[in-house]
């Protein structure tokens, strides 16, 4: 029985997709354009191609094409490191003994310990076929900065990472990581850019921020010959070359038959969500097929289930484009002690819309909780799971304990996105029994929604 | 021509091993059998079974029983991560220009970073299997106390892990990882044991050493009831069961009619290149094909380059069996600014007796050019390999190198034992430029080769 089904199911090389999806294409509402902050209009290629390589550009703004061919520099690329393992959680399952069939789709697995490497090697692709020399981005917890660090080596395309400064000094690992891949990691706020010299004048000593640090790469970017800014997570850009998970997981689950029931996801911007569910989202949308997909977000920052849907800007230092999300505020910070990431204000104007239609659910759940959830998946399934990814490893624990009770033997799927290795303060915390809950109140939120922009 | 062989060779999972090869049976010389510390005569399983669990002091003295059935619980445990991939480094040819194929063999893709976890399961199924309890071990680096920490976690058994102390505060990430998996981390010299509280006594404020982390582990082991000691390198029991890397290695390169020229392997107490060579030895050993093997060692610590083969102490604490190796002398100490591990006086007395024998050649590697090669192989090939496997990678590249002289179109294996995460203390060092290297003088060695013991 056990053996009918193996523990990792790997397709081959040959298996893996040759184009990434974009669900915008299926979708007869698409989501809201985003808008040029100086005018507040539908931005253009054009205007966007002054921040962003022309072909992201491109790609950003395209709701109609479906598919888009994978380069084959970058097929090569993801070579190095995928398909990755879609694995049957058969020890979780024992543990639990819940007749439900566990899968999760492993992204961690490459250096960078997550699946942000899926994009930043195309969008370093993009800017090196450009004939770009560089490419700025902003890191905060390092993940991304980590992951486009890797990608530009890869390419010879220099890379400029402004890291928040009190990661840069309290992450010194992967800070390290960076540069050995030969990235250039600048703490922000710094006094290369005219935006740090302020912030750094107005407050001496501060930590910094991922605002100030976006603001940082955008301005380093734009300032200098040759280079673009690129950005990890809520662009749609950054879903369509993230469907590669969901294009991978669905070819595993045909491979062998299953049909899966239901599709978690852990949700900050929604780069990981958003790619895992588009191809399951787009039979829904073209009416093939019917699934329970879940978005498990930090009770500390809980942008769709306590959020608004409305135009908000998409960085704390309203320097980038203005999505139509579900938002907390772009003012809104999480509390500092919120080890599991996914602290974004916002969510990928992708997701939300397909969760304003109603195709997804979403649930947020306590970083406690999660670390629980993290420790038991650990112990029996071996891998130490990020965090983040630990999110939708609670929900998928907690769905195949109430299969449990019912007796169902449903399939669920989930994104485990990435690896802990970086975050054992966290664990150590989680360890020491000294880790807080923080739910924002009510009065908490309206402050921060009440000062959304006035987009008509 | 590149899709012909795939970057990444997986064996199916039905196709992994089922027998632990033991390279000793195909041996006409056996390796001179290891001896009781308090008689000096050889020892018997009896005698290893006060510290050792019974099945497997049995497996560290036969040396004429080929093959070992691997227990379907190791199995399952092997089917989460294993079978490992065996990759094609195409990027890295391509970065040498060279017409050599690279092979490299990869054990880092499970928690515990490295090719440690594969005897860490056996030894601990076996003290499961035995009624016991728990274990103890000690652990200097921690790869090898978070390999056991997952192990025990899966099959619920008590782990106790002597950290050495400076280790325990300056890497207290690898610390978090065994509390996570629920371990009792203890810093070494503590005051649980005797010996322990003795050297605490005569040396107030020590940091420590791996020779009292060992004769506290093995005290704890022996003092309390349903207790026994493991050790995660240099026995022969630990040899067989990392024979799965060379039996994996093996099969994936004749699923594809490949003959390997050489295989390269970093060697410190043994366990990774005993390992991987077994099965490729054993054909050497049977006449039936020829391979150069070459053990790849850190300058620092030069056992088989610079060593003598002789009885000495497994352990500086002496409380361990002694074996007949290649050895510096038991007190030989390592300059502590070797980040590169593989900081072991002697040398596992199976791959000694190869060594002695002529079936593999060994040679010294300086760590500054070990971290060069270790940031070219993380830029052209993406994985951040761990400074011990990075040796490795530095042979490899010199004979790729040398292909790339002679027009050679050789097959090189090598193993790339883990991944660097936990290391970037040391990455850092390189990447500031602050990094040196140690070589011990003649009278260095001479001094600690001068205490061996006298066993005739």
Not at 79 to 95: D, F, V
Not at 115 to 133: C, D, R, V
Not at 398 to 423: R, S
Request: glycine share 8%; hydrophobic share 35%.
């Amino acid at each position: 029985m056990k053996q009918e089904i193996p523990y990792k199911i790997y397709l081959e090389e040959n298996e893996m997709p040759r184009q990434w999806y974009n669900v915008r294409a299926d979708m007869k509402k698409k989501p809201a354009p985003i808008l040029n902050p100086a005018t507040l209009k539908p931005i253009t290629v054009e205007e966007l191609s002054a921040i962003f390589c022309e072909e992201l550009a491109k790609q950003e703004l395209d709701d109609t094409t479906p598919y888009f061919e994978i380069p084959e520099e970058i097929r090569s690329f993801y070579r190095m490191y995928r398909p990755s393992p879609l694995t049957r959680a058969y020890c979780l399952e024992e543990k639990l003994q819940t007749p439900a069939h566990i899968y999760y789709k492993f992204e961690g697995n490459n250096t960078s310990g997550s699946h942000k490497l899926n994009s930043a090697i195309a969008q370093a692709y993009y800017a090196k076929n450009q004939g770009l020399k560089g490419v700025t981005t902003e890191t905060g917890a390092g993940q991304w900065g980590t992951a486009l660090s890797m990608a530009c080596a890869y390419l010879d395309l220099d890379c400029q990472v402004y890291m928040v400064k009190c990661s840069y000094e309290q992450k010194p690992f992967r800070r390290e990581v960076m540069r050995t891949y030969g990235a250039h990691v600048t703490p922000s706020p710094s006094i290369n850019t005219e935006v740090g010299r302020k912030i750094n004048a107005e407050f001496p000593g501060t930590s910094g921020s991922l605002g100030c640090a976006i603001s940082e790469a955008v301005e380093a970017a734009v300032s200098q010959k040759g280079y673009r800014y690129v950005l990890g997570s809520v662009l749609s850009q950054v879903l369509l070359h993230q469907s590669i998970i969901g294009l991978e997981t669905k070819a595993a689950l045909d491979k062998y038959g299953i049909k899966a029931d239901m599709i978690i996801g852990c949700a900050g911007g929604g780069s990981n969500l958003g790619g895992l569910i588009s191809p399951f989202a787009g039979q829904m949308l073209r009416g093939e097929a019917n699934y329970d997909i879940i978005a498990v977000e930090p009770a500390s920052c809980p942008s769709l289930t306590r959020g608004v849907y409305a135009y908000d800007f998409c960085d704390t230092g309203k320097v980038c484009p203005l999505a139509k999300m579900y938002t907390l505020g772009s003012g809104f910070i999480p509390s500092a002690n919120h080890a599991g990431g996914l602290r974004y204000h916002g969510m990928s104007s992708v997701v939300s819309e397909l969760y304003d239609q109603g195709l997804l659910t979403a649930r947020s759940v306590e970083q406690t909780k999660v670390f629980e959830a993290a420790q038991l998946f650990a112990k029996v399934e071996g891998i130490l799971p990020a965090p983040e990814s630990s999110h939708a490893i609670k929900a998928a624990i907690d769905e195949a304990l109430k299969c449990k009770e019912t007796g169902e033997e449903k399939n669920i799927v989930f994104g485990l996105t990435g690896t802990g290795y970086f975050d054992m303060v966290a664990y150590q915390k989680f360890n020491d029994g000294v880790m807080q809950d923080y739910i924002p109140t009510d009065e908490d939120l309206k402050t921060a929604i009440s000062k959304l922009p006035k987009v008509d």
